[in-house]
């Protein structure tokens, strides 16, 4: 499977779960967790929505910071060169 392909099945998989939860507090007579009038259903699809873009456009900038990160040891890539 290629990551567009789990993607669409992670989305698949979402909806159905929601559906599912939807129909499963119908049945139960339980009030659902989900927002009640237009707006905040909206507000929901919009934040989805921008977490989703940030996290596509953070994942194509360039790591300026990368020789700061600590590996598993805790030391940076300067810190190993020196024998530190």
Known sequence: MNARSTERVKV?????LGL???ALC???AIPS?????LAGALLVVA???G???A???LARRVARH???CGGPDGRTRSGVADGR
Not at 33 to 37: F, G, N
């Open 20 to 22: 599912g939860i939807g």
């Open 12 to 16: 698949v998989l979402g909806l159905l």
């Open 33 to 37: 967790p989900a927002p009640p009038v």
């Open 66 to 68: 990368e020789h700061l």
């Open 26 to 28: 119908r049945f139960l």
């Open 55 to 57: 996290d596509r456009w």
């Open 51 to 53: 977490y989703l873009a």
């Open 47 to 49: 934040m989805t929505l």
